[in-house]
C-alpha cells in the first residue's frame, strides 16, 4: 500500500499564497499518476491539479496560471504551491495517487483544510 500524508494548509488573506507538501511511504513513487483534489462544503470533490511520472500536468480551469503542481520522486513527495488565493479556494485539500494503469485515485491521504479569507 501507499500511504500519504499533507502538511502545508492554514489561513491565508486573499491574495496570498500557501505550498501544500504530500510525503509518500509504501511502494514505489515514480510509477503513480500524484495529483490534489479539492473539496468545499456543499460541493463535489475536484481534481485541482495532476501529474504524471513523466512530468506532464493538469490543472483545474480556475487554478491555471496560479497553481503550480511538482514531484521529486527522489524524495517521494509531490507539492502544489498555490498562489494569489481567493475566498472560492477554501476547501479541504487531498493528496492522491493511482497507477497509470488505474482510472481512478485509490491512495489517498487524510486531508488538509485550506481557509483564504476575505
Known amino acids: 500500500q501507499v500511504q500519504l500524508v499533507e502538511s502545508g494548509g492554514g489561513l491565508v488573506q486573499a491574495g496570498g499564497s500557501l505550498r501544500l507538501s504530500c510525503a509518500a511511504s509504501?511502494?514505489?513513487?515514480?510509477?503513480?499518476?500524484l495529483g490534489w483534489f479539492r473539496q468545499a462544503p456543499g460541493k463535489e470533490r475536484e481534481l485541482v491539479a495532476a501529474?504524471?511520472?513523466?512530468?506532464?500536468?493538469r490543472y483545474v480551469d480556475s487554478g491555471k496560471g496560479r497553481f503550480t503542481i511538482s514531484r521529486d520522486n527522489g524524495e517521494n513527495t509531490v507539492s502544489l504551491q498555490m498562489n494569489s488565493l481567493t475566498p472560492e479556494d477554501t476547501a479541504v485539500y487531498y493528496c492522491?495517487?493511482?497507477?497509470?494503469?488505474?482510472?481512478?485515485?485509490?491512495?489517498w491521504g487524510q486531508g488538509t483544510q485550506v481557509t483564504v479569507s476575505s
Open positions: 492522491a495517487a493511482r497507477l497509470h494503469t488505474r482510472s481512478t485515485f485509490d491512495y
Open positions: 509504501g511502494r514505489t513513487f515514480s510509477s503513480y499518476v
Open positions: 501529474i504524471t511520472s513523466g512530468g506532464s500536468t
